[in-house]
T-cell receptor, first 115, second 113 residues
């Protein structure tokens, strides 16, 4: 079974600084998707960034980028120039390319942004 | 177009009562998922619908939980004889078939008193 581990229950960053959230996963599959979702207090899950495992290039979306290390099964999220609105729970997720209903979420990291 | 919608936004019910939670997916999304999120926890998979195929019910925690999807669109999650441990946020998500990301609704917060 695929598992997703987020080892940082809580993280804190100063506004305008950079923070990295860690995620590791376990799988025997070679092709899959990885995601980071953001869940603010409104509880709406918002897709932040996605990465296809067959792509070597790390995905980037504005201030959000990932460091995808396939061999190490690591998928960290870097948030640059942190803003107050970035404060939220962040969930790392794995989705099988072959099994449409196999999507696993990590336990989440609560990010606090200090003004 | 519109995103995934869920109703009600909040539901308070007495222990032992039945509740129905509704999810309206994004138009054209044939895959629909229900998750449960307990306070401060991650997401627990409940059930998955894909088109007209038989649903994957492997995540339903007990036979008090059931779900249906009518006409391949709107889905209803029913919890019978609610218990206090059923208190959680219930999230619905939809996606295109064999697409990567899921799109989530705002969730229903269920409180069983």
């Amino acid at each position: 079974a695929q598992t997703v581990t987020q080892s940082q229950p809580e993280m804190s960053v100063q506004e305008a600084e950079t923070v990295t959230l860690s995620c590791t996963y376990d799988t025997s599959e070679s092709d899959y998707y990885l995601f980071w979702y953001k869940q603010p207090p409104s509880r709406q899950m918002i897709l932040v960034i996605r990465q296809e495992a067959y792509k070597q290039q790390n995905a980037t979306e504005n201030r959000f980028s990932v460091n995808f290390q396939k061999a190490a099964k690591s998928f960290s999220l870097k948030i640059s120039d942190s803003q107050l609105g970035d404060a939220a729970m962040y969930f790392c997720a794995y989705r099988s390319l072959y099994n449409n209903n196999d999507m696993r979420f990590g336990a989440g990291t609560r990010l606090t942004v200090k003004p | 177009g519109a995103g995934v919608s869920q109703s009600p936004s909040n539901k308070v019910t007495e222990k032992g009562k039945d509740v129905e939670l509704r999810c309206d997916p994004i138009s054209g999304h044939t895959a629909l998922y229900w998750y449960r999120q307990s306070l401060g926890q991650g997401l627990e998979f409940l059930i998955y619908f894909q088109g007209n195929s038989a649903p994957d019910k492997s995540g339903l925690p007990s036979d008090r939980f059931s779900a249906e999807r009518t006409g391949g669109s709107v889905s209803t999650l029913t919890i019978q004889r609610t218990q206090q441990e059923d208190s959680a946020v219930y999230l619905c998500a939809s996606s295109l078939p064999w697409a990567g990301e899921q799109y989530f609704g705002p969730g229903t917060r269920l409180t069983v008193t």
